[in-house]
């Protein structure tokens, strides 16, 4: 039987070629840390790379997610980066103020199943002011107006549990998608009919 020869010491790698790809090993994991972990599993984007390759938005989700399932544990966590706001941006609408049905400039409706989840962002400039309106039939569902921006930024305005409405006016803390995530927890198909006016350059469904 044949045993394979050891190597020499000159085979061997020297000190200074380990180190050095021991180096490129720490850089190679501290690029895929900036660019893939933080923003797929935290929405931290710092390179923007994430963002361009569609993993902040999983991010998002991820922290979304997260954030759902502390508050039906009765508990709450904050947004790891939170814009700070002198004033509430969202605004209650009176009923007296709520645009006419022909008034809306976007009406959307989505059929989610039970535990489905959807996602509609828009497209807004700081200081935009956007009013709203979406309802939920015949179930009810959780919901969370948020925006995120450049560089990772992101807040929560409202989180709401077991709604069939809410109505307001959006004002944008920061140039970035502005929007809402509803999820279904009510056991039965829900329709859920967005109705949106305002300063926006793009409303889309991103989930």
């Known amino acids: ?108 409706t989505l059929t989610l199943a039970p535990d489905e989840a959807a996602e509609i962002k828009l497209n807004m400039k700081k200081g935009e002011v956007a009013p709203y309106e979406w309802t939920a039939s015949p179930g009810h569902v959780n919901s969370d107006l948020h925006a995120d921006g450049a560089g990772g930024l992101f807040i929560s305005y409202r989180k709401g549990r077991a709604e069939t409405r809410d109505a307001g006016e959006l004002t944008a803390d920061f140039d970035g998608a502005h929007g809402w995530y509803w999820r279904n927890r009510s056991g039965v198909s829900v329709e859920v009919t967005l109705r949106t006016n305002g300063a926006y350059s793009e409303l889309k469904r991103v989930l």
């Not at 000159?10 to 490129?24: D, G, V, W």
């Not at 893939?36 to 569609?54: C, F, N, R, S």
């Not at 997610?65 to 814009?83: N, Q």
């Not at 700070?84 to 605004?91: G, I, L, N, R, T």
């Open 1 to 108: 039987m044949y045993n394979t020869d050891m190597p020499t010491r000159a085979e061997l790698p020297t000190t200074p070629q380990l180190l050095r790809s021991t180096a490129i090993a720490i850089a190679s994991a501290a690029v895929l840390l900036v660019t893939v972990v933080l923003p797929a599993e935290y929405a931290v984007d710092p390179t923007g790379v994430g963002k361009m390759l569609g993993l902040t938005q999983m991010g998002e989700i991820k922290q979304q997610l997260a954030a759902e399932a502390e508050a039906e544990a009765g508990t709450t966590s904050p947004p790891a980066i939170v814009a700070e706001a002198a004033e509430p941006s969202v605004a209650p609408a009176a009923a007296s103020s709520e645009p006419a049905a022909e008034a809306w400039r976007d009406v959307v």
